[in-house]
């Protein structure tokens, strides 16, 4: 069945350092992917997406490209501040309209 | 502004009591979905429903039930049968109008045992 793998947390960086967290999935057809970020005690926001293969979303200095040939969709960015802390989670969207999510990694900035 | 609304934030169960989450959306999505979050772990799916009045299990349905008379409502009830209810739930939407459509989530409702 669809399924995604997340990097394990948590995760502790110095501000402006670059951050990786790897997701990879599984999955029939041609999902869409996703990345969410969870702030503390608050519902899941769209950080960005990307619905084909060699897509690349971005949002707010994050990037993830949508690579096929290694079913990955790993999240970067170059420069991570302290309000960049929260927890990040890969998804899919499946043909059939469900949604499969990561187990969430945790990032912790300090200054 | 469009979006979510779950309530209540905080909700306190007593041993053998039912309750209800609730969850409305003015986003005019067809489908909706209910997640359970246990700290430090992933969502779960409980129940998803894709038109008014159908709804399916998700992989965690057991000591929940769900009902969808509204396009805009779906209430979650935690019954007496489900054991460890102490979680985040959260609710969310989606449209089905191009498959690259997100999810929209509420805000949370965190459900503690008394």
């Known amino acids: 069945g669809d399924s995604v793998t997340q990097m394990e947390g948590p995760v502790t960086l110095s501000e402006e350092a670059f951050l990786t967290i790897n997701c990879t999935y599984t999955a029939t057809g041609y999902p869409s992917l996703f990345w969410y970020v969870q702030y503390p005690g608050e519902g899941l926001q769209l950080l960005l997406k990307a619905t084909k293969a060699d897509d690349k979303g971005s949002n707010k200095g994050f990037e993830a490209t949508y690579r096929k040939e290694t079913t990955s969709f790993h999240l970067e960015k170059g420069s991570v501040q302290v309000s960049d802390s929260a927890v990040y989670f890969c998804a899919l969207r499946a043909t059939g309209n469900q949604f499969y999510f990561g187990t969430g990694t945790s990032l912790t900035v300090i200054p | 502004d469009g979006g979510i609304t779950q309530s209540p934030k905080y909700l306190f169960r007593k041993e053998g009591q039912n309750v209800t989450l609730s969850c409305e959306q003015n986003l005019n999505h067809d489908a909706m979905y209910w997640y359970r979050q246990d700290p430090g772990q992933g969502l779960r799916l409980i129940y998803y429903s894709q038109i008014v009045n159908d709804f399916q299990k998700g992989d965690i349905a057991e000591g929940y039930s769900v009902s969808r008379e509204k396009k805009e409502s779906f209430p979650l009830t935690v019954t007496s049968a489900q054991k460890n209810p102490t979680a985040f739930y959260l609710c969310?939407?989606?449209?089905?109008?191009?498959?690259?459509?997100?999810?929209?989530f509420g805000s949370g409702t965190q459900l503690s045992v008394l």
């Open positions: 969310a939407s989606s449209t089905f109008r191009t498959t690259n459509e997100k999810l929209f």
